[in-house]
């Protein structure tokens, strides 16, 4: 980023380069930084609520998961695969997010695994799950009630530990969504 020609620089701030150093000088000691910004008042926490989403390290990196997974993907007629990946990115965005982690191909996983995509799933629960994401990647309202609907709890689970319980999570996400989407 460059710099306003009008700051002078602060001789504290000019890069140190150790090798460029005369004989003899040592580089000093970095001062202690603190809160001093507006921006940085650590008394205001992370907003929440129903739109927010879950803040995490790296989140966005979930979508290149979800990308390089794409061939697994079992969609139902009519479903379209961008619709698919953003919730699916969003689930696993918000798993890698509770864990204070960047998403992992694990999270994708999960996200597949309670959405059935993976396959396998009964074929009245991919018709329900297509008209769910029908146009979740332009409706952030609809995508961020899907992500919400799913259980947390169950969420976190490992993913063998999540597959003997996809169908409670399922039918607790079916259930959220009745109420979310009025």
Known sequence: MSTDPYVVPDASEAP????????????????????HRPGDD??????????????????G??????????????????????DAAAV???????????????P?????????????????????FAEWRARQVLDAHHDYPRRRAVVEGVPLDELRLAPQALAARVEQVRAALREALAVALR
């Open 104 to 124: 992992v191909a694990a999270d994708v996983e999960c996200a597949l695994l309670v959405l059935g995509y993976q396959g396998g799933c009964a074929p009245d």
């Open 88 to 102: 699916v990115g969003e689930i696993a965005m918000r798993r890698a997010a509770s864990y204070g982690r960047a």
């Open 16 to 35: 140190r380069q150790a090798q460029n150093l005369a004989p003899g000088v040592s580089v000093p000691a970095a001062r202690a930084w603190s809160l």
């Open 61 to 82: 990196y979930a979508l290149a998961l979800v990308h390089r997974a794409r061939s697994r993907f079992a969609l139902a007629p009519h479903e379209h695969f961008d």
């Open 42 to 59: 650590v008394a205001i926490a992370q907003p929440r609520g129903a739109l927010f989403g879950d803040p995490g390290p790296n989140v």
